[in-house]
């Protein structure tokens, strides 16, 4: 499944043009490497997502196309949330 797919159904971005925005600015990193909104995401991998001020990575659990919002955070555990300092 593509990233900004991913960051979408799992409502970790609420919009997919926007999670591709933040892609192409180089805010998010799967398995510690920079990513593209195209980059292939698989069940396992880490993403490093920075929102403003804050740091978070996750790890995702599972790709499904379509799922419910109350069940969009089954797919992905959050492993830190650490705020960056300038």
Do not use: C
């Not at 919002?69 to 300038?86: F, M, N, Q, R, S």
Request: proline content about 2%; charged content about 35%; hydrophobic content about 35%.
């Amino acid at each position: 499944m593509r990233l900004d797919k991913f960051l979408k159904v799992s409502r970790l971005i609420k919009r997919r043009t926007l999670a591709k925005e933040v892609a192409e600015q180089g805010r998010i990193t799967v398995n510690g490497q920079p990513a593209k909104a195209s980059t292939n995401i698989i069940p396992g991998d880490t993403l490093g997502i920075q929102f403003g001020q804050k740091l978070v990575t996750v790890k995702v659990n599972d790709t499904k196309e379509t799922v419910r919002k109350d069940e969009a955070a089954i797919l992905y555990t959050v492993l830190k949330e650490e705020k960056i300092e300038k």
